[in-house]
């Protein structure tokens, strides 16, 4: 190995007493990836952080050998870190929302990385910072970089951070969790930039619950369970044959390689889900031509959302997917009564909900029926009042259903049973909680007050594969147990086919496509879907065929092995 590569043998981490990581070892050489899987917990992202020098208070970090590009990692100083960081090793954090200061522009937050290690001068410096914008796919850099990450999607929040990551070219980049937020045709291109780390010859350290993009990407797999390695090889063999059952445990939970109407979580008896209502049910909501507009800090007035109309009927899934910025998220709110539209209108429960068309509706009209409509948020955590307990959080929901105290000890025992949490969990506060126990409290908040719609947005999208397996069961037992219709929105394509009857496609704010799921999957029409769908990453041995119809009388069919098009049949 030359002065860059990375080498680590016997690491142990320690936590008041508690191993969390005990005798891992690998090597990665300058042009290689390596990727650590593994469930919530199972050490993945503490290991990344201590090879930063940022495993956290009361760590204590052993290991035999840990070194790169020829520094003990062991024995640095902080200001020996301060130099290493950055230059020598870029890191992406997971949760772009907490990493980035939400008092400033993200393109500061890049600038700031340049400026600390006197990268370039005055004039130089924000020319770089467009470029790293463009480089990761940010449209409009120059409008992007002066907003603050709140005003920005997931996807833009991640993709900014992902350019402060590789500002100065560092020779490793260790990246957690990369592309959790994004769409596929946007983690189609970091995935490419990523890739060309590897192809200057620098090394990439993956953590990922999403095994076809470390499919993509890596050359060698290690598996992590509760700390340790229980397999670990080249990733064609780790992925295609593996050879431990909690390896195999984490393929099968992949929606993706899943026929709808079966369970991806392991559980006894029956494997398959009970059936949803026909698409004759009941219309619960209906949104018809809403439009809306904003003003950028540019001062120009952009149209985010374009004549989006769509009927959800009980008992079913209509799922919305797009690319970030596509509307989806601001088409959620316009349907919560949280914002108002520009034009159409949405009907709920046949009264008039929000819009413009009737007149508007106003909060205290909407109030009477708050209780039959709910959300999941995307991130659970920044949804709730850290000092609450689980109890409070659950009890503050039943206030607004009007559920009467003396009847709440017992309701809040029975939304953690019914969400399969254990009634201890209820004095426990959001941060003591795993990513999975979280989301579970979100829906379980969710349906507090009986409702019949439940907006999902990107519900399960930060959760590891065993985990999302396990929500999107909980989803579906719940559907079926509650008659509850969801709007799920979601940018994974294996999800949104798992779970939804029908699906919007949006892109620019706009429907280019609605059918049932099998059509839409099997049978795209537009363009721009069949370009959605040709983007997915697959796990190794996964082929599919996808038809492009309207080549009449022939169809052209474009089959794809392990994400990659080999032949094109007319």
Known sequence: MNDKGLIVEGLSIEFAGQWVVRDLSFTLEPGKTLALVGESGSGKSV?????????????RVTARTLSYAGHDLLSLSERGWRALRGRGIGFVLQDA????????????????????????DRRSRPQRMLELLTRVGVPEPQLRARQRPDQLSGGLRQRALI???????????????????????????????????????????????????????VDEVLVLRHGEVVEQGPMRQVLREPRHAYTRALLDAVPAEHARGTRLSPQQGARTLAPRP???????????????????????????????????????????????????????????????????????????????????VEERTRRLYRRDISVIYQDPLSSFDPRWSVGQIL???????????????????????????????????????SGGQRQRVAIARAIASNPK?????????????????????????????????????????????????EVLVMR???????APVETLFHSPRHEYTQRLLGAVPR?????????????EPESAVLLFDESRLWKIAI
């Open 508 to 514: 620019h704010g706009r429907v280019v496509e609605s």
């Open 453 to 501: 719609v439940i907006i999902c947005d990107e519900p399960v999208s930060a959760l590891d594969v065993s985990v999302q397996a396990q929500v999107l069961d909980l989803l579906a037992d719940l559907q079926a147990e509650l008659g509850l219709a969801y709007l799920f929105i979601s940018h994974d394509l294996g999800v949104i086919r798992h779970v939804s009857d």
């Open 97 to 120: 929302l907490v990493s980035l200061d939400p008092l400033r522009p993200v393109g500061k937050e890049i600038l700031e990385v340049l400026e600390t290690h006197r990268w370039g």
């Open 278 to 360: 026909g698409n004759d049910s009941p219309v619960l909501l209906r949104a018809s031509g809403l439009g809306k507009r904003y003003v950028g800090p540019d001062q120009q007035s952009r149209q985010v959302v374009d004549d989006v109309s769509f009927e959800l009927r009980a008992g079913r899934t209509l799922g919305i997917v797009g690319e970030s910025g596509s509307g989806k998220t601001t088409v959620a709110r316009i349907v919560l009564g949280l914002l108002q539209p520009d034009a159409g209108a949405v009907s709920f429960l046949n009264r008039p909900w929000a819009g413009v068309d009737d007149g508007r």
């Open 395 to 433: 009890a503050d929901a039943l206030d607004v259903a009007k559920v009467p105290l003396a009847q709440q000890p017992a309701r809040i025992a029975q939304l953690l049973s019914q969400v399969r949490l254990p009634a201890e969990l209820a004095e426990r506060r959001p941060l003591q909680l």
């Open 163 to 217: 350019a402060s990551a590789l500002a100065l070219d560092p020779g490793l980049v260790i990246a957690d969790e990369p592309t959790t937020a994004l769409d596929a045709t946007v983690q189609a291109q970091i995935l490419q930039v990523l890739q060309a780390i590897k192809a200057r010859g620098d090394s990439l350290l993956i953590i990922s619950h999403d095994l076809a993009v470390v499919a993509q990407l």
């Open 539 to 551: 796990l190794p041995g996964s082929g599919i065929s996808l038809v492009v119809p309207p080549l």
């Open 47 to 59: 290991t990344a952080r201590s090879l930063i020098g940022l495993a956290g208070a009361g760590a």
